[in-house]
């Protein structure tokens, strides 16, 4: 088994912390960090918040729905 260490100014430069992603390709391998999908969601919530935009566009409940058919 072969072992190889990053430095940590090479992992800071490329703002990998946690987790990467490897992708292997014929003759290298790509080291990059693993992105979260939501990530800077929190953020833009809080600032849809503080901006009005995060009001209900829809009513929870339509005036057509059944109910019987779920009990």
Known sequence: ????????????????MDT??????KGYIIIRPKKSP????EKSFKNMHTN????QLMVDIFEAENFEEWN
Do not use: A, F, M
């Open 20 to 25: 990467v992603e490897l992708i292997l390709k």
């Open 1 to 16: 088994l072969y072992r190889q260490t990053l430095s940590k100014t090479l992992l800071e430069k490329y703002n990998i």
């Open 52 to 55: 009005g935009d995060d009001k």
């Open 38 to 41: 939501r990530k800077g969601w």
